[in-house]
Nanobody, 123 residues
């Protein structure tokens, strides 16, 4: 499956962005989709994930209450709505796909990755 992340940009602190992850190729439905981010000089870290049905969602602590992950399987797209953005949210955001729901925070277990989209939050 091929993944295409989009929707990044420059926003003021407190603002919002919605990232999209569009999939093509193999069928989209069985895959768990995760969002990760990587800031300069830091390791890539888990942000959020959603099960193939959309019934289960997972968030890192810093994203809880501010970010919402959702998916539209008819459009083969997963969204990450990011509200109340902070300068520390600045990073390149990547979406990724895997089959298993077990251990969704582990980036090494994702099989497919998108190219990343830059999010910059100005203070």
């Amino acid at each position: 499956v091929q993944l295409q992340a989009s929707g990044g940009g420059l926003v003021q602190a407190g603002g919002s962005l919605r990232l999209s992850c569009a999939a093509s190729g193999r069928t989209f439905r069985p895959y768990v989709i995760g969002w990760f981010r990587q800031a300069p000089g830091k390791e890539r870290e888990f942000v959020a994930a959603i099960s193939w049905s959309g019934g289960s969602t997972y968030y890192t602590d810093s994203a809880k209450g501010r970010f919402t992950i959702s998916r539209d399987n008819a459009k083969n797209t997963v969204y990450l709505q990011m509200n109340s953005l902070k300068p520390e949210d600045t990073a390149v955001y990547y979406c990724a796909a895997r089959e298993s729901i077990v251990g969704v925070t582990a980036r090494y277990d994702y099989d497919y990755w998108g190219q990343g989209t830059q999010v910059t939050v100005a203070s």
